[in-house]
Nanobody, 121 residues
Framework: QVQLVESGGGLVEAGGSLRLSCAAS????????MGWYRQAPGKVRELVAR???????NYADPVKGRFTISRDTAKNTVFLQMNNLKPEDTAVYSCNARITAVNPNSDSGSWGQGTQVTVSS
C-alpha cells in the first residue's frame, strides 16, 4: 500500500491560486495512475485530474484550463496547480494512486488524508 500525504490547502479569495502537493512513499514513476479527487460538503467525490505513468494527463471539464497536474519523479511528488479558483472549487482534495484507469470513480487504490481548499467569494 502506497502512503500518500497531501499538503498545500488553505483559504484563498476567488481568482487566487494554490498548489497542492502529494508526497508518495513509493516510486511514482511505477504507479500506473495518480490522481486528484475532491469532495464538497453534501456531494459525491469527483475526479479532478489524473496523470498516467507515461505522463499523459486528463482533467474534469470544470477545471480544464485552470488546473494543472504534474509530477516530480525525483521527489515522488505529484502536484495540482490551481489557478483562477472559484467558490465552487471549495472541497477536500485527496490524492490517489491506483493500478488501473478503469472505473476512476471507484474507491480503489491508496488515498491520502485530504487537504481542505476553501475559496471565498
Amino acid at each position: 500500500q502506497v502512503q500518500l500525504v497531501e499538503s498545500g490547502g488553505g483559504l484563498v479569495e476567488a481568482g487566487g491560486s494554490l498548489r497542492l502537493s502529494c508526497a508518495a512513499s513509493a516510486t511514482i514513476s511505477t504507479i500506473p495512475v495518480m490522481g486528484w479527487y475532491r469532495q464538497a460538503p453534501g456531494k459525491v467525490r469527483e475526479l479532478v485530474a489524473r496523470i498516467f505513468r507515461g505522463g499523459i494527463t486528463n482533467y474534469a471539464d470544470p477545471v480544464k484550463g485552470r488546473f494543472t497536474i504534474s509530477r516530480d519523479t525525483a521527489k515522488n511528488t505529484v502536484f495540482l496547480q490551481m489557478n483562477n479558483l472559484k467558490p465552487e472549487d471549495t472541497a477536500v482534495y485527496s490524492c490517489n494512486a491506483r493500478i488501473t484507469a478503469v472505473n476512476p470513480n471507484s474507491d480503489s487504490g491508496s488515498w491520502g488524508q485530504g487537504t481542505q481548499v476553501t475559496v471565498s467569494s
